[in-house]
T-cell receptor, first 121, second 109 residues
Framework: QVQLVQSGAEVKKPGASVKVSCKAS????????MHWVRQAPGQGLEWMGW????????NYAQKFQGWVTMTRDTSISTAYMELSRLRSDDTAVYYC??????????????WGQGTLVSVPS | QSALTQPASVSGSPGQSITISCTGT?????????VSWYQQHPGKAPKLMIY???NRPSGVSTRFSGSKSGNTASLTISGLQAEDEADYYC?????????FGGGTKLTVL
């Protein structure tokens, strides 16, 4: 069965960087895109961008361009999201979500369990 | 890219039906039949409920249905049950990116 397992919670200082991992299993890793979505406490979902797990190509939301980097390691079926220059308002749960677009149409069919990143002010 | 517009909250009694709207533009909701809906219980990851406007994934109750007219998509839940109380988010494809609605909190009275 498809599973996306994310790394554990992080506490970071303002100005630092954080790298969240998302290990996939149960399907052909490079056959899909992976998106990253975040959710601040008590707020809605915010789309951050995607990575083509085959080519490594990326597309970031305009808001995050220049300070998010999405990568992958195909040898261990793991996608990564790194956010730099953290601020207190980056405190959120970060989710990875598999995109079905390469096999059917674009929607998020599987989600990771989420990773809480806290940036105390 | 602006978020899609959803009502902040809706409520209904057990057995009733409710509808949640999701309004976008011709660049997202109105331009593609790629609207999806997600259910999120507190502390949990979102779960896909509807894709491609009106399709249900395997395992999702037939009480959930979706539709679209112009720039507005809708999620209808019939025969409300206590377990349906959750936050609901719409999402649309838009020129190789994605956009979410602000979310709607469903309360089952």
């Amino acid at each position: 069965q498809v599973q996306l397992v994310q790394s554990g919670a992080e506490v970071k200082k303002p100005g630092a960087s954080v790298k969240v991992s998302c290990k996939a299993s149960g399907y052909t890793f490079t056959g899909y895109f992976m998106h990253w979505v975040r959710q601040a406490p008590g707020q809605g979902l915010e789309w951050m961008g995607w990575i083509n797990l085959n080519s490594g190509g990326t597309n970031y939301a305009q808001k995050f361009q220049g300070w998010v980097t999405m990568t992958r390691d195909t040898s261990i079926s793991t996608a990564y999201m790194e956010l730099s220059r953290l601020r207190s308002d980056d405190t959120a749960v970060y989710y990875c979500a598999r995109d079905s677009a390469t096999v059917t149409t674009p929607y998020f069919d599987y989600w990771g369990q989420g990773t809480l990143v806290s940036v105390p002010s | 890219q602006s978020a899609l517009t959803q009502p902040a909250s809706v409520s209904g009694s057990p057995g009733q039906s409710i509808t949640i709207s999701c309004t976008g533009t011709s660049s997202d909701v109105g331009g593609y039949n790629y609207v999806s809906w997600y259910q999120q219980h507190p502390g949990k990851a979102p779960k896909l409920m509807i894709y491609d406007v009106s399709n249900r994934p395997s395992g999702v109750s037939t009480r959930f249905s979706g539709s679209k007219s112009g720039n507005t998509a809708s999620l209808t839940i019939s025969g409300l049950q206590a377990e349906d109380e959750a936050d609901y988010y719409c999402s649309s494809y838009t020129s190789s990116s994605r956009v979410f609605g602000g979310g709607t909190k469903l309360t089952v009275l």
